[in-house]
């Protein structure tokens, strides 16, 4: 029973070059969280994703930064130009459909992608 | 905008002694997660707090929920060297009405419990 699958683990870019990060959720999961985690801070929301659908990108830099996560396949976070400043932890979290409540239920996290720019 | 501040952000204790942490929020939920995360892994999750009152351990940590006065506590029991970790709270800032769904966390608190 996978968990929440994200790759590659680690990532090494050069700034102006593009980085992609991938992320399968949990089988039966249909909505998708990313998350950034700068060195000694919590995890900043970025944007949450349902199959074909961006629900919230509130918390992603409105340049350079893009998500998607198509019918089939995982969802892809991508950073194009990237910065030194983009250097962080990307983790991916999953959750199946809403209860009858209307609430959400608890979300799994994967392993996170480490992105570092030289 | 919902803020979550824990207190303290550092926290160096003997082993076998108690202690306890603390998770302040800004504004109203009624869900409240407890992470623990080991340098270079992902988030482990603790405890779900559901509701205010709600009060659950596991092993040496337990955690409760005062929904009213917006702060939840992690109490650590008999301290061992293995909890060594950082602790976060998140607060979950959904609504039943649809929209934003996600998870609004702490700075944390790294732990160091020494031998």
């Known amino acids: 029973n996978a968990g929440v699958m994200q790759n590659p683990r680690h990532l090494v870019r050069r700034r102006g070059q593009e980085a992609r990060l991938r992320c399968s959720p949990m089988k039966g999961h249909s909505h998708v969280y990313w998350y950034r985690q700068l060195p000694e801070e919590g995890l900043k929301f970025m944007v949450y994703l349902q199959k074909e659908n961006i629900i919230d990108e509130s918390g992603m830099p409105k340049e350079r930064f893009s998500a998607e996560f198509p019918k089939e396949g995982p969802s892809i976070l991508r950073i194009q130009q990237v910065v030194r400043g983009d250097s962080a932890a990307y983790f991916c979290?999953?959750?199946?459909?809403?209860?009858?409540?209307?609430?959400?239920?608890?979300?799994?996290f994967g392993d996170g992608t480490r992105l570092s720019i030289l | 905008e919902l803020k979550v501040e824990q207190n303290p952000l550092f926290l160096s204790m003997q082993e076998g002694k108690n202690y306890t942490i603390y998770c302040n929020y800004s504004t109203t939920s009624d869900r409240l997660y407890w992470y623990r995360q080991d340098p270079g892994k992902s988030l482990e999750s603790l405890f779900v707090l559901l509701s205010n009152g709600a009060v659950k351990q596991e092993g040496r940590l337990m955690a409760s929920l005062d929904t009213k006065a917006r702060l939840s506590t992690l109490h650590i029991t008999a301290a061992v060297h293995d909890l060594s970790a950082t602790y976060f709270c998140?607060?979950?800032?959904?609504?039943?009405?649809?929209?934003?769904?996600?998870?609004?966390f702490g700075k944390g608190m790294k732990l160091t419990v020494n031998p």
């Open positions: 998140a607060v979950d800032h959904s609504t039943t009405q649809g929209g934003s769904e996600k998870l609004v």
């Open positions: 979290a999953s959750s199946p459909l809403r209860l009858r409540t209307g609430r959400n239920q608890p979300q799994h």
